[in-house]
Every structure is written in C-alpha cells, then in structure tokens.
C-alpha cells in the first residue's frame, strides 16, 4: 500500500499536540501527585508545630522538598514544550517552503516514508509497537520512548485506515 499525502498544517499541529500530550502524561501525573502531597505536608506540619510537636519540621521539610520538586519540574515541562512547538513551526515553515507531499509505503518487508526532508526504510523489527489514539496510528519505533510515524485516518480515508491498521496488527502485533 502506498499513500501520498499532501502536507495539511491544522492536522500536523493536533498530532504534533497529542504525540506531545502522550510523551508528558505520566511525568505531568507524577508533578501533580507532588504537589497534592506537598502542601498537605506543610500544612499538617506546621499545625503539628503550633501543638509543640516538633514531628512537624520533619513534615514541613518533606513538604517543601516535595513543592520545590513540582516547580523544577514545572519549569523543565514548559521550556520543553515551548522548544517542542518552536520546532513545529519550523517544521511547518519548511513544509509549506517545500510544497511536496509525503510518501507512506507499507509493505511485506518493510515500512517506507519519504518527505522533503529525508526518507527512511525500516524493517518491521525496528518497531515496537503500534497504538490507534483518536483516529490517529502511532508507529512506535524500537529508539527512545517517544519516536513514532503519526498517520491520521482523515489522511488517507475510514476504508484505508482500518486496511493499514490491519496489515500493521499483522506485521507489529
């Protein structure tokens, strides 16, 4: 199966969006917890103190160490994703600069992908897994945790999509 696919920005930024929300998911869980754990901390510990229970600095401590861990991590989660979505627009400059569409081939031996950019040719076993998340499939490559080819099912069709997503089960699975 080939498919060439003309370059469509709005759908590029919402996959581009989603992959990201996918990536941070469990890291923006983890921040959250520290939070609603810190603050409770501090203030269980610093009620603890005006009792003369000085069990309570031990709180406030692990409290405060707790909310300086979630403004770190805040901070690196917002200069990530304004790097991440600068790459994007520049990505989007280019694609829109070079008006050609992209290439995707899925055959018995391999996937092909062709842009203006690159082309790659990768042997099923360079893929770890695959994942359909809103109407978008995920190829997920054996490299990093968040590497994947993004195809959309409004790229290539409802018949198309459920065609490739059935081939991929069988080559991936």
């Known amino acids: 199966m080939i498919f060439e696919i003309p370059f469509d920005k709005n759908l590029y930024q919402t996959q581009m ?43 406030i401590g692990f409290g405060i160490h707790s909310i300086t861990n979630f403004i770190d991590n805040y901070i690196h989660y917002r200069k990530n994703k304004k790097q991440y979505f600068d790459l994007i627009e520049t990505e989007i400059d280019n694609q829109k600069k070079s008006q050609e569409n992209s290439i995707w081939e899925f055959n018995e031996e391999s ?42 099912e409004s790229e290539i069709g409802k018949e198309e999509f459920e065609k490739v997503t059935e081939f991929i089960k069988t080559k991936i699975g």
């Open 17 to 59: 969006l989603l992959h990201f929300n996918l990536t941070w998911k469990r890291n923006k869980e983890n921040n959250r917890m520290r939070l609603i754990w810190g603050i409770p901390m501090v203030l269980i510990g610093y009620y603890m103190i005006t009792s003369e229970n000085y069990f309570g600095y031990l709180l």
């Open 111 to 152: 996937f092909c992908y062709k842009d203006y950019r690159y082309e790659t040719k990768m042997i099923w076993s360079s893929f770890k897994s695959y994942r359909v998340i809103e109407s978008n499939l995920f190829l997920d490559i054996n490299i990093g945790p968040s590497l994947s080819y993004v195809l959309a």
